[in-house]
């Protein structure tokens, strides 16, 4: 008790309140009467005669065998013959009355039922729960077989009226005698029925690979540059060995792991290497594994997946279960026609830069094409979020009910196992013994984490959520020196962190096979040494493929290299949140040309005055050729335009990057904002379009654009002096454009020769010619200037003089 005059209570002493506080809760009747009454539940009449009314039918049908033997013996002594050779039955009837006698004083007497409960049995059940619940399983379902074998032999006994022993090894014997009429009763049935549980159990199997303690080598020392979630999952992998640390403090284990992220992180390596540090049997299911022809079939693999998930639980103290590419599993909303995963869109996407975390993972054509849907109207009709939901399909190829099969053994009601346990027990009045405690853990690893359905995501089932993003630059750098490790190279540690600045979003899988890809390259140079013109060329190779063999005529040659030109002297002048990677004029599938950037390091956010400089670095291509080309430009400006119109609709409708506030994503939705047309169709669209935000989106692009014809203007030399490069090496690293630009010496070109005053008037003269034949549509009657003091070095060769003379270029 507290002291009045303390004012408060203090910690752990009782308080009584001096006023009511509220409504009290009712006082739980039920509970009282289980307080005082700790007695045994009364059995049901039924419960309490249906084992003496089964021994009396047995008795009565072994008087019924002795009077069907012998027709002259009377009822009378058929029974006194029955029960001197039966007496057994009597005396399973005296147990069973001994028993009900038990139940009955059990019933009234709380001393009784304590003493038996608590005493006898109590002390029994303590002793069993000692031993392994592997050798507990063992030994109960041995003695189980050898209690139905003396049953079988006791009833056998008496219908052949032979020992019990005997009759056991009678049996086949006997059952071959009858076997002809059995066979010609069941045969139809067993015949059509047996061909039906062979097809599904044929096609119940497959797709799921166990592999045991020994077998997995693999080790979290083999996942390089994920150290964050290693580091999440190492912690799951304590409570897996350990459950006793979390459930004595009344915790439980997490059962569930969801692994998400881009393609090729090491979700599956992470997986593997949890069953390595861990020892316990690791079940890989196979991606395709539950889509079947047949309905029901999945469901068989879901229940004989998890039947040998609990044996190996039980046997070796745990197991794991892999679901790679769990977005094969399906979504239920999918198969109603509503958007399964489309409230869970946005929760697994993060915005760094404005944009859904998943664009990273596509190629700039898929982004802009994201972009321009997410863009587009939604006109309630089937636009692309509709398809893709129907394009899901549930599990089982239609569902079947086999993704509710999983969603049931992920976390369903723990029923008791064993058919003697459930039903034999509760025959004998006992209660069904729970099942233990399986530990299994549960991995799954998806790129698609809103194609799973909600409900397989919950607690309980999927515990803990770790995103395997792309690594970080230090994560980078020690993945490339994991990989290189393993190769005979001469990389630096510069040139390894350079490698590792250049290669933004790589991940362990294009890392191990960029490397892959350089040891290819010096084994075709006829070199075992990897060098870091190899990894250059090599990563060339990945991002852009093999340029196509083909040729420009030079007039085209010559617009293509003054078209990249622009673009890489803008952004080495305007934009300095990247770098030039690297600048090409070789043909490829989809390009003639391209410049791409870099970030130098990781950043997360992004700036208005950032977006306008990639803004100008895109109309850069429009400005030079009009600049350089007398007013002209070609169509290949036109992937330029859709990107700066897509990032200045951005910043002016969605980012607050422009001259107004309000957001067109939510005027889009609710349909103000634009001219006639109902919300959401093409012709609102377009009167939006027409109405204040194309305004703005057209008055940004002119401003942008004037600046950059500013920037050109001033660097007119310079854009030159880059096409000239482009023209003579087809493809330049970032360096050897920056090299260009500050006159320096680069890994390949030297940029020195490019600042002496005669290669200014030169390039003039050789853009003029170019000019003309592209007025003309002819032929250049000039030859590419070679400057002699800058002949290019290095693997290309050296350039030799044109094998014509022209007095139009003096050299």
């Known amino acids: ?25 009712p006082p739980d009747h039920e509970a009282a009467d289980r307080d005082e009454r700790r007695t045994r539940k009364p059995l049901a009449a039924w419960d309490r005669v249906k084992f003496l009314l089964l021994l009396s039918l047995l008795l009565l049908f072994f008087v019924w065998s002795a009077m069907a033997d012998n027709p002259l013996v009377p009822f009378e002594d058929a029974v006194n013959q029955t029960v001197a050779a039966k007496w057994w039955v009597l005396a399973l009837m005296g147990v069973e009355l001994a028993r009900q006698l038990h139940y009955f004083i059990s019933e009234h007497s709380a001393a009784y039922h304590r003493a038996w409960s608590q005493g006898v049995f109590g002390r029994f059940e303590r002793r069993a729960e000692r031993m392994n619940d592997w050798n507990r399983f063992r030994v109960a379902r041995a003695l189980k077989v050898l209690v139905f074998l003396a049953l079988l032999s006791v009833v056998l006994g008496a219908l052949f009226d032979v020992d019990p022993a005997t009759a056991l090894f009678e049996l086949p014997a006997r059952a071959f005698v009858v076997l002809p009429l059995i066979l010609q009763l069941a045969f139809g049935f067993f015949f059509v029925m047996f061909q039906f549980i062979g097809l599904f159990w044929f096609l119940s199997k497959g797709g799921i690979d166990v592999y045991f303690p020994d077998d997995i080598k693999t080790r979290f020392s083999d996942v390089w540059g994920q150290d964050p979630v290693v580091d999440r999952v190492k912690e799951n992998m304590v409570f897996l060995e350990a459950p006793e640390r979390i459930e004595e403090k009344g915790g439980y284990v997490p059962g569930g792991i969801l692994l998400w992220g881009p393609p090729g992180t090491g979700k599956t390596l992470m997986a593997e290497a949890v069953a390595g540090e861990t020892g316990k049997p690791f079940v890989f299911v196979d991606p395709g594994a539950f889509v079947n022809m047949f309905m029901g079939v999945g469901i068989l693999k879901v229940k004989s997946l998890f039947r040998k998930l609990r044996k190996l639980a039980v046997r070796y103290g745990g197991v794991i279960v892999f679901f790679d590419e769990a977005d094969s599993l399906g979504n239920r909303g999918s198969l109603a026609g509503t958007p399964g995963g ?10 760094p830069d404005g944009a859904g975390d998943h664009l990273r993972w596509l190629s700039p054509g898929a982004q802009a094409e994201v972009l321009r849907t997410g863009l587009a109207p939604s006109s309630g009709g089937d636009g692309p979020a509709r398809v893709r939901d129907r394009m899901i399909m549930g599990m089982g190829g239609g569902g079947g009910g086999t993704l509710q099969a999983l969603l049931s053994e992920l976390s369903g009601l723990k029923k008791p196992r064993g058919f003697l346990n459930r039903i034999g027990r509760r025959w004998l009045g006992l209660t069904p013994k729970p099942p233990p405690k399986y530990r299994i853990l549960v991995m799954m690893a998806t790129n698609m984490p809103e194609a799973l359905d909600e409900a397989m995501l919950r607690p309980g089932r999927i515990d803990r959520m770790y995103k395997v993003g792309y690594p970080s630059k230090e994560g980078r750098k020690r993945t490339y020196r994991g990989y290189f490790d393993k190769v005979s190279h001469s990389l630096t540690d510069d040139e390894i962190d350079k490698l590792a600045t250049i290669t933004p979003y790589a991940t362990g899988a294009t890392i191990k096979d960029l490397v892959n890809e350089a040891l290819i390259t010096a084994i075709r140079d006829g070199r075992e040494t990897i060098t870091w013109p190899d990894v250059l060329k090599s990563k060339q190779l990945k991002e852009l493929g093999p ?8 007039r085209e040659r010559h617009a293509v290299a003054v078209h990249e030109a622009c673009h890489a002297v803008v952004a080495y002048r305007v934009r300095h949140h990247l770098t030039i990677d690297l600048a090409t004029i070789e043909k490829g599938g989809t390009y003639l040309g391209m410049v791409s950037s870099i970030k130098p390091e990781d950043q997360f956010t992004h700036w208005r005055s950032e977006y306008e400089a990639d803004i100008m670095v895109a109309l850069a291509s429009l400005a030079g050729e009009r600049l350089f080309f007398d007013g002209d430009n070609s169509s290949g400006v036109s992937g330029d335009l859709d990107s700066a119109t897509t990032v200045a609709t951005l910043m002016e409708g969605y980012w607050g990057m422009g001259s107004t506030v309000a957001s067109h994503g939510v005027t889009h939705k609710i349909g103000i904002g634009g001219g006639g047309g109902k919300p959401g169709s093409e012709e609102h669209e377009r009167e939006l379009l027409k109405g204040s935000l194309g305004e703005r989106i057209e008055e940004k692009l002119a401003e942008l654009l004037g600046r950059t014809e500013v920037v050109l203007v001033e660097n007119r030399t310079p854009v030159l002096a880059v096409a000239h490069a482009l023209e003579t090496y087809k493809t330049l690293s970032g360096e050897d454009v920056i090299a260009v630009l500050e006159g320096r010496r680069g890994p390949i070109v030297d940029g020195r020769v490019y600042h002496v005053p005669e290669f200014a008037e030169l390039a003039e003269r050789y853009h003029a010619v170019a000019t003309a034949a592209h007025r003309g549509h002819s032929k250049v009657e000039a030859p590419l200037p070679v400057l002699g003091d800058g002949a290019p070095r290095g693997e290309r060769g050296v350039l030799v003089e044109a094998d014509r003379t022209d007095d139009t270029l003096q050299h």
């Open 1 to 25: 008790m507290t002291n009045p005059s303390d004012g408060a209570p203090q910690p752990g002493a009782l308080a009584w309140p001096d006023h009511d506080t509220g409504p009290q809760p």
């Open 342 to 351: 489309a409230a869970g869109a946005s929760a697994w996407s993060t915005k």
């Open 547 to 554: 340029p196509e063999d083909v040729e420009y005529i030079e």
